[in-house]
């Protein structure tokens, strides 16, 4: 067990729908990053958020935006959904530093129908 | 942008072999990770190496983290089918954001 909880596990909609994905981070970890991971894909990061704030921007489309509160946990909103945002949706937060390790959740699977 | 290259990509193996999976970028790390992903779960954390040339070892698996910082290694010694899995490789250069190279996807038949 990571300490890392997205939710929800699974998630099934429709094309031009908007949908929140959620993620608690591991007790003690400031930074929050956000992955999607399409079949048979690496990894493309998205998003980091350290304390509240956006520190690094990956390839995140206009389409999709993040934040973190002052809880830590985040969210990823993605919107007009297409179909080709079907893929697995990661998060995984680290103390903050960008030398330590990352603890992954189990990610979302968003299908897009 | 600094990217990081993996190969092979694919690699298929008998139980009992040794293999070796490769990192590769041209840009200097100031520390690697590696990971290992299986279906439908996250990328879990391997090992972290920091000073160049270092080599740590986890029971079966060697990694080595070359001089110049640029590039790293993965060797297996007698691979089992609990081995199979994305091996994906990780870090972040100095000022730069944190990247994963693409994979390797290693299956170890029984």
């Known amino acids: 067990d990571s300490g890392v909880t997205q939710t929800p596990k699974h998630l099934i909609t429709a094309t031009g729908q908007r949908v929140t994905l959620r993620c608690s981070p591991r007790s003690g970890d400031l930074s929050v990053y956000w992955y999607q991971q399409s079949l048979d894909q690496g990894l493309q990061f998205l998003i980091q958020y350290y304390n509240g704030e956006e520190r690094a921007k990956g390839n995140i489309l206009e389409r999709f935006s993040a934040q973190q509160f002052p809880d830590l946990h985040s969210e990823l909103n993605l919107s007009s959904l297409e179909l080709g945002d079907s893929a697995l949706y990661f998060c995984?937060?680290?103390?903050?530093?960008?030398?330590?390790?990352?603890?992954f959740g189990d990610g979302t699977r968003l299908s897009i129908l | 942008t600094q990217l990081l290259e993996q190969s092979p990509q694919f690699l298929s193996i008998q139980e009992g072999e040794n293999l070796t999976v490769y990192c590769n970028s041209s840009?200097?790390?100031?520390?690697l990770q590696w990971y290992r992903q299986e279906p439908g779960e996250g990328p879990v954390l391997l090992v972290t190496v920091v000073t160049g040339g270092e080599v740590k070892k986890l029971k079966r698996l060697t990694f080595q983290f070359g001089d110049a910082r640029k590039d790293s290694s993965l060797h297996i010694t007698a691979a089992q089918p609990g081995d199979t899995g994305l091996y994906l490789c990780a870090g972040a250069g100095y000022g730069q954001n944190f990247v994963f190279g693409p994979g390797t996807r290693l299956s170890v038949l029984p």
């Open positions: 840009s200097v790390f100031s520390s």
């Open positions: 995984a937060s680290s103390e903050g530093d960008p030398n330590q390790p990352q603890h």
